[in-house]
Protein backbone atom coordinates (compact mmCIF):
# COMPACT_ATOMS: atom_id res chain seq x y z
CA UNK A 1 0.00 0.00 0.00
CA UNK A 2 1.37 3.61 -0.81
CA UNK A 3 1.08 5.78 2.36
CA UNK A 4 -0.04 8.83 0.44
CA UNK A 5 -3.38 9.37 -1.37
CA UNK A 6 -5.24 11.89 -2.65
CA UNK A 7 -8.60 13.56 -2.49
CA UNK A 8 -9.92 12.86 -5.61
CA UNK A 9 -13.49 14.26 -5.58
CA UNK A 10 -14.93 16.36 -2.18
CA UNK A 11 -18.32 16.49 -1.70
CA UNK A 12 -21.03 18.20 0.59
CA UNK A 13 -24.85 18.57 0.72
CA UNK A 14 -27.61 19.12 3.27
CA UNK A 15 -30.22 17.28 3.50
CA UNK A 16 -33.31 17.66 1.44
CA UNK A 17 -36.34 15.94 0.71
CA UNK A 18 -37.71 14.11 -2.37
CA UNK A 19 -40.23 11.74 -3.65
CA UNK A 20 -44.12 12.81 -3.14
CA UNK A 21 -46.17 11.41 0.12
CA UNK A 22 -49.21 9.95 -2.02
CA UNK A 23 -46.71 7.86 -4.40
CA UNK A 24 -47.88 4.44 -4.69
CA UNK A 25 -44.58 3.52 -5.34
CA UNK A 26 -42.34 2.83 -2.46
CA UNK A 27 -39.16 4.41 -4.64
CA UNK A 28 -41.00 7.07 -5.40
CA UNK A 29 -42.30 8.03 -2.05
CA UNK A 30 -41.25 11.03 -0.03
CA UNK A 31 -37.76 10.32 1.79
CA UNK A 32 -35.56 13.07 3.31
CA UNK A 33 -31.51 12.64 2.66
CA UNK A 34 -28.04 13.54 2.30
CA UNK A 35 -27.22 11.45 0.09
CA UNK A 36 -27.23 14.00 -2.63
CA UNK A 37 -23.92 15.55 -2.35
CA UNK A 38 -22.25 18.47 -4.61
CA UNK A 39 -18.27 18.29 -5.65
CA UNK A 40 -16.61 21.49 -4.70
CA UNK A 41 -13.40 22.75 -5.06
CA UNK A 42 -13.04 25.28 -2.97
CA UNK A 43 -11.22 24.73 0.97
CA UNK A 44 -13.75 23.46 3.35
CA UNK A 45 -13.78 23.53 6.73
CA UNK A 46 -13.70 20.69 8.69
CA UNK A 47 -15.64 20.57 12.25
CA UNK A 48 -15.01 18.19 14.98
CA UNK A 49 -18.27 16.23 13.76
CA UNK A 50 -17.88 17.26 9.45
CA UNK A 51 -17.39 19.27 7.07
CA UNK A 52 -19.20 22.56 7.63
CA UNK A 53 -22.18 22.83 4.57
CA UNK A 54 -22.86 18.79 4.86
CA UNK A 55 -25.36 17.30 7.15
CA UNK A 56 -27.39 14.02 7.67
CA UNK A 57 -30.77 13.46 7.49
CA UNK A 58 -30.64 10.55 10.04
CA UNK A 59 -27.65 11.99 12.65
CA UNK A 60 -28.41 8.87 15.21
CA UNK A 61 -27.84 6.37 12.68
CA UNK A 62 -25.48 8.57 10.23
CA UNK A 63 -23.99 11.22 12.38
CA UNK A 64 -21.62 11.62 15.52
CA UNK A 65 -17.86 12.01 15.55
CA UNK A 66 -17.06 8.82 14.84
CA UNK A 67 -18.47 9.49 11.21
CA UNK A 68 -17.23 12.37 10.86
CA UNK A 69 -16.65 11.77 7.26
CA UNK A 70 -17.47 9.18 4.81
CA UNK A 71 -14.48 7.99 2.32
CA UNK A 72 -14.46 6.12 -0.53
CA UNK A 73 -11.75 4.35 -2.92
CA UNK A 74 -12.14 6.28 -6.63
CA UNK A 75 -10.50 2.81 -7.96
CA UNK A 76 -14.22 0.79 -7.43
CA UNK A 77 -16.41 2.96 -9.84
CA UNK A 78 -14.79 1.41 -12.76
CA UNK A 79 -16.02 -1.92 -11.92
CA UNK A 80 -19.09 -0.77 -10.53
CA UNK A 81 -20.02 1.18 -13.75
CA UNK A 82 -19.20 -2.34 -15.27
CA UNK A 83 -21.36 -4.40 -13.00
CA UNK A 84 -23.99 -2.29 -12.96
CA UNK A 85 -24.23 -1.58 -17.26
CA UNK A 86 -27.75 -2.27 -17.90
CA UNK A 87 -29.18 -1.76 -14.51
CA UNK A 88 -29.15 1.64 -13.97
CA UNK A 89 -27.38 4.94 -16.19
CA UNK A 90 -24.26 3.61 -14.93
CA UNK A 91 -22.30 6.76 -17.09
CA UNK A 92 -23.63 8.91 -13.93
CA UNK A 93 -22.03 6.44 -11.34
CA UNK A 94 -19.12 8.42 -10.86
CA UNK A 95 -16.88 9.88 -7.89
CA UNK A 96 -19.71 10.64 -4.68
CA UNK A 97 -21.86 7.81 -6.25
CA UNK A 98 -21.80 6.18 -2.61
CA UNK A 99 -22.77 9.41 -0.95
CA UNK A 100 -19.62 9.67 0.27
CA UNK A 101 -17.95 13.34 1.36
CA UNK A 102 -14.25 12.32 0.54
CA UNK A 103 -13.37 10.25 -3.05
CA UNK A 104 -9.56 9.41 -2.38
CA UNK A 105 -7.41 8.02 -5.15
CA UNK A 106 -4.68 4.67 -4.43
CA UNK A 107 -6.54 3.35 -1.15
CA UNK A 108 -9.60 0.69 -0.61
CA UNK A 109 -11.00 -1.69 1.90
CA UNK A 110 -7.96 -3.55 1.66
CA UNK A 111 -5.22 -1.46 2.44
CA UNK A 112 -7.19 0.65 5.02
CA UNK A 113 -6.75 -0.14 8.48
CA UNK A 114 -8.82 0.27 11.40
CA UNK A 115 -6.99 3.25 13.82
CA UNK A 116 -4.77 4.82 10.54
CA UNK A 117 -4.20 8.26 11.28
CA UNK A 118 -3.94 10.62 7.97
CA UNK A 119 -3.03 14.32 7.38
CA UNK A 120 -4.66 15.66 4.89
CA UNK A 121 -4.81 19.60 4.40
CA UNK A 122 -4.16 20.83 8.08
CA UNK A 123 -6.67 18.37 9.57
CA UNK A 124 -5.89 15.14 11.36
CA UNK A 125 -8.15 11.72 10.40
CA UNK A 126 -8.37 8.54 12.00
CA UNK A 127 -10.38 5.87 10.78
CA UNK A 128 -13.09 4.98 12.93
CA UNK A 129 -15.30 1.80 11.57
CA UNK A 130 -15.78 0.40 7.94
CA UNK A 131 -19.37 1.70 6.40
CA UNK A 132 -22.48 -0.24 6.86
CA UNK A 133 -24.83 0.53 3.93
CA UNK A 134 -28.29 0.91 4.58
CA UNK A 135 -31.22 0.83 2.25
CA UNK A 136 -30.83 5.07 1.31
CA UNK A 137 -28.01 3.64 -1.17
CA UNK A 138 -30.23 1.52 -3.17
CA UNK A 139 -32.90 4.24 -2.75
CA UNK A 140 -30.86 6.97 -4.46
CA UNK A 141 -30.19 4.78 -7.41
CA UNK A 142 -33.53 2.91 -7.77
CA UNK A 143 -31.96 -0.15 -7.90
CA UNK A 144 -33.11 -2.65 -4.59
CA UNK A 145 -30.41 -5.13 -4.60
CA UNK A 146 -27.67 -2.39 -4.99
CA UNK A 147 -27.12 -2.57 -0.80
CA UNK A 148 -26.98 -6.51 -0.88
CA UNK A 149 -24.53 -6.34 -3.66
CA UNK A 150 -21.90 -3.60 -2.25
CA UNK A 151 -21.60 -6.17 1.27
CA UNK A 152 -20.87 -9.02 -1.32
CA UNK A 153 -18.21 -6.88 -3.00
CA UNK A 154 -17.12 -5.36 -0.05
CA UNK A 155 -16.73 -2.14 -1.83
CA UNK A 156 -18.55 -0.50 1.28
CA UNK A 157 -16.38 2.42 2.19
CA UNK A 158 -15.21 3.46 5.65
CA UNK A 159 -15.32 6.45 8.07
CA UNK A 160 -13.10 8.47 9.56
CA UNK A 161 -13.22 10.25 13.28
CA UNK A 162 -11.24 14.18 13.57
CA UNK A 163 -8.47 14.39 15.67
CA UNK A 164 -7.67 17.64 14.29
CA UNK A 165 -9.68 20.43 12.90
CA UNK A 166 -9.00 22.09 9.90
CA UNK A 167 -9.72 22.80 6.00
CA UNK A 168 -9.38 20.25 3.42
CA UNK A 169 -9.60 20.70 -0.85
CA UNK A 170 -9.48 18.66 -3.82
CA UNK A 171 -5.84 17.78 -4.88
CA UNK A 172 -4.91 17.80 -1.09
CA UNK A 173 -2.14 14.75 -0.21
CA UNK A 174 -3.39 12.48 2.40
CA UNK A 175 -0.66 11.25 4.09
CA UNK A 176 -0.61 7.88 6.22
CA UNK A 177 1.17 9.33 9.98
CA UNK A 178 0.42 6.03 11.85
CA UNK A 179 -0.89 2.45 11.73
CA UNK A 180 -1.67 1.01 15.36
CA UNK A 181 -3.68 -1.94 13.83
CA UNK A 182 -1.95 -3.06 10.84
CA UNK A 183 -3.25 -6.27 11.17
CA UNK A 184 -7.58 -5.14 10.89
CA UNK A 185 -8.10 -3.83 7.37
CA UNK A 186 -11.37 -2.44 6.89
CA UNK A 187 -11.93 -5.55 4.75
CA UNK A 188 -11.04 -8.08 7.49
CA UNK A 189 -13.38 -6.30 9.87
CA UNK A 190 -16.10 -6.56 7.16
CA UNK A 191 -15.91 -10.18 6.37
CA UNK A 192 -16.11 -10.86 10.41
CA UNK A 193 -18.81 -8.80 10.66
CA UNK A 194 -20.77 -10.27 7.78
CA UNK A 195 -19.29 -13.72 6.91
CA UNK A 196 -16.95 -15.15 9.79
CA UNK A 197 -19.93 -14.96 12.50
CA UNK A 198 -18.56 -17.78 14.79
CA UNK A 199 -15.38 -16.13 15.16
CA UNK A 200 -15.54 -15.45 18.81
CA UNK A 201 -11.47 -14.46 19.42
CA UNK A 202 -11.83 -12.22 16.90
CA UNK A 203 -15.14 -10.93 17.67
CA UNK A 204 -13.68 -10.34 21.42
CA UNK A 205 -10.49 -8.36 20.21
CA UNK A 206 -12.91 -6.10 18.56
CA UNK A 207 -15.19 -5.91 20.83
CA UNK A 208 -12.16 -4.17 23.46
CA UNK A 209 -11.05 -2.56 20.79
CA UNK A 210 -11.00 1.47 21.74
CA UNK A 211 -9.67 2.44 18.10
CA UNK A 212 -12.91 1.21 16.85
CA UNK A 213 -16.46 2.88 16.89
CA UNK A 214 -18.87 2.38 20.04
CA UNK A 215 -21.30 0.85 18.19
CA UNK A 216 -19.72 -1.27 16.63
CA UNK A 217 -18.13 -2.77 19.60
CA UNK A 218 -21.20 -3.20 21.16
CA UNK A 219 -22.51 -4.79 18.27
CA UNK A 220 -19.27 -7.35 18.93
CA UNK A 221 -19.81 -7.50 22.46
CA UNK A 222 -23.61 -8.77 21.86
CA UNK A 223 -21.95 -11.54 19.71
CA UNK A 224 -19.69 -12.36 22.28
CA UNK A 225 -21.98 -12.88 24.85
CA UNK A 226 -24.54 -14.88 22.39
CA UNK A 227 -21.71 -17.32 22.06
CA UNK A 228 -20.70 -17.69 25.21
CA UNK A 229 -23.46 -16.77 27.54
Known amino acids: MSDVAKIVQLQI ?3 QSYGSPDAKEAMDREW ?3 FFKQPTEAPVQLDWEG ?3 DGVADPINHGGRDKAMLVYGASHYPLWREELRGLIDATKFGDGAFGENLTVSDWTEETVCLGDVYHVGTAVLQV ?3 RQPCWKLARRWRLKELTALAVK ?4 GWYV ?3 ETG ?3 VGDEIRLAERPAPDWSIARINQLFYHDRKNVEAAQFLADCPLLAEVWREDFRRRVEQATG
Open 167 to 169: TLQ
Open 51 to 53: LIG
Open 128 to 130: SQP
Open 13 to 15: GMP
Open 32 to 34: TTG
Open 161 to 163: RVL
Open 153 to 156: TGRM
